[in-house]
């Protein structure tokens, strides 16, 4: 009963583990439509450089409002309802920026964009939770893994834009396309979502909502936003936002502008990136697994920031594009090495992961307008060095990821290494889940001495009374060794 008992609860997280990735995938699919299409949308509308960035603002607008709202959400209503709801609201936004480019009416496209965002940022934060849960019952790194499905899914939409837009076909019909697909995912994913309590969380989940108190999740979320951590993780997710927002905002632009390059080629550019940050996802565990948070952080942003250098002021078009590549490398662990480290403590992860996804949206807010507003000056490929500024911060406050139990978690008396709920034991037919490996405590000569000499004396005072040995407390000088 136990081996069937262990291999259904193994089967449900990997069920919830391809659900994430399946959420992220289409999420990051809807996203790279847009990126693909934005010089589309910018010629529909008749804007300057400095007007689209301000379209562009609205798009982040609308996730960094929904993000401070959304660990409440989850909290009361579960990632699973919180997802799938969200998922349909991104979609309607998807359909209503196409509409409006098509009849050239840039307040409905702004509203469609700002209602794409609200979606997309309550989406990410559901799916962002739930892939926490998952991680932590896998016991090891995997949110990399599931952010790979995001690059996996704005590769082939931004790669499946580059051939939609050689062929000539309407924004609309693409649109569409990529909307319908997001919200049946979002449907179909959530349904293999872990509660919270199969998880083995102290967090209320779908069904466990009416146990809440009102106000505790907003304690909850207040508390969280005065903690030092918690601010410095969401500063290195600002960087890893802002260079990942730049490149897929700008570089199709950029390649257009800059060199003169068809739309198409513009769209393979943003492609280029997201496919670098698919291969590092993918298989970015490695080198957490060898270099850890903090090292993997900072040689991460050494890359972007080589990336970024050579995007922007080389002077050929293969070179540019092999600095996007670069950049996408760099770009694709800051975001769910800090979500890992926000959710160390299950018991405080939801209002955690809302808070650094909410800074690092900041960067979705502000990096539309500045890089535009410079662009004026210096063009689409020269404003990108704006982005190099908090990438830099990011690598001063990487120190912040490093994992609780090597802070003094054990000190405290808190969780120390592992999941706290324990990972899954994998019954027949389900890969082998890594287990905590346990050490002996070391022990001085010294240490060893005193036991052997403490051992002698009890059994001397056995022999001379006849009676069974009487357990002896060893001395605290002892036991601390």
Partial sequence: MDDEQTHTQAARVTRAAWAVFA?????GFAIGTVASR????????????????????????GSVLSL?????????????????????????????????????????AVAGLFTAGIGEGAWAAATTFQGALVERRLGYAAMPRFQAG????????????????????PLLGHMGLAATLAVVTALVS????????????????DGDAAAARRGTALRATLAAWREP???????????????????SDWTSLGLVSGFGASESTGAAGVAVFFSAMLTMRLFGSHLIGRLGRVASLRLCAGAVLVGIALFALSPWLPLALAGSFVWGLGAALGFPLGVSAASDDPLKAAMRVSVVTTIGYLAYLVGPVVIGLVAQSLGYRGALVVAAVPVLLGVLAAGAARPLDERGARARGGPTAGPTAGP??????????????????????????????????????????????????????????
Avoid: K
Avoid at 48 to 55: I, T, Y
Avoid at 150 to 169: D, I
Avoid at 229 to 247: H, K, N, S, W
């Fill in 424 to 481: 899954v034991r994998a019954g027949r037919g389900a890969a082998a889940m890594p287990q905590p490996v346990v050490r002996p405590a070391r022990t001085t000569p010294r240490a060893r001495a005193g036991v052997t000499a403490l051992s002698r004396v009890t059994l001397r005072r056995t022999r001379a009374s006849g009676s069974p040995p009487r357990p002896e407390r060893r001395p605290d000088s002892v036991a601390r060794q």
């Fill in 68 to 108: 401070p709202a959304s660990g409440i959400v989850i909290t009361r209503l579960g990632p699973a309802r919180t997802a799938a709801g969200s998922g349909v609201v991104a979609g309607i936004g998807h359909v209503c920026l196409a509409v409006g480019v098509s009849v050239g009416s840039v307040p409905l």
């Fill in 190 to 205: 959530a349904r293999s979502f872990l509660t919270a309590s199969a998880a083995g969380q102290g967090v209320p989940a």
């Fill in 229 to 247: 951590r918690t601010l410095l993780l969401g500063l290195v997710i600002l960087g890893a936002a802002l260079a990942e927002g730049a490149a």
């Fill in 150 to 169: 995001e690059s996996l899914g704005t590769v082939a939409g931004s790669g499946l834009g580059a051939l939609l837009a050689a062929t000539g076909l």
């Fill in 23 to 27: 959420a992220y995938a289409a999420a």
């Fill in 38 to 61: 934005l010089p589309t949308v910018r010629a529909g509308l008749g804007l300057d450089s400095a007007q689209m960035g301000l379209v562009l603002l609205m798009w982040a607008l």
